[in-house]
């Protein structure tokens, strides 16, 4: 990689995280100056894990391939079970035996 490109990479990683730090922060400042916060806000607020993942797993889940599917399936039943550690754990074994096994 060239020097020019090191620093460019540099400035981005810096901005990225000051742009995170920034808008958690504030945020933070933001939720603390209400004295209460709306039933309608705190739905919308308890919310947002769910449509963060959902972000996450539906782009892989439709375009990950078979394999990434298969594993995503097993994941999800074992999640229903068992901890997040050990859906995590099958979703990782399935995924890398499949790839691993040549069938996929």
Same mark, same amino acid.
């Given at each position: 990689? @060239?020097?020019?490109?090191?620093?460019?990479?540099?400035?981005?990683?810096?901005?990225?995280? &000051?742009?995170?730090?920034?808008?958690?922060?504030?945020?933070?400042? =933001?939720?603390?100056?209400?004295? $209460?916060?709306?039933?309608? %806000?705190?739905?919308?607020?308890? %919310?947002?894990?769910?449509?963060?993942? @959902?972000?996450?797993?539906?782009?892989? #889940?439709?375009?990950?391939?078979?394999? &990434?599917?298969?594993? =995503?399936?097993?994941?999800? #039943?074992?999640?229903?079970?068992? $901890? $997040?550690? %050990? =859906?995590? &754990? &099958?979703?990782?074994?399935?995924?890398? %035996?499949?790839?691993?096994?040549?069938?996929?």
């Amino acid at each position: 990689m @060239s020097h020019a490109g090191e620093g460019t990479t540099l400035l981005i990683i810096l901005a990225a995280a &000051v742009a995170t730090y920034a808008t958690r922060i504030g945020g933070y400042l =933001m939720i603390t100056r209400f004295r $209460s916060i709306h039933p309608r %806000a705190e739905a919308a607020l308890n %919310a947002v894990p769910a449509a963060v993942l @959902s972000t996450l797993v539906a782009p892989a #889940f439709l375009y990950g391939g078979l394999d &990434v599917v298969v594993a =995503m399936v097993a994941a999800f #039943f074992v999640g229903l079970r068992f $901890s $997040s550690i %050990a =859906m995590l &754990v &099958v979703g990782w074994l399935a995924v890398m %035996a499949l790839r691993h096994s040549g069938i996929f």
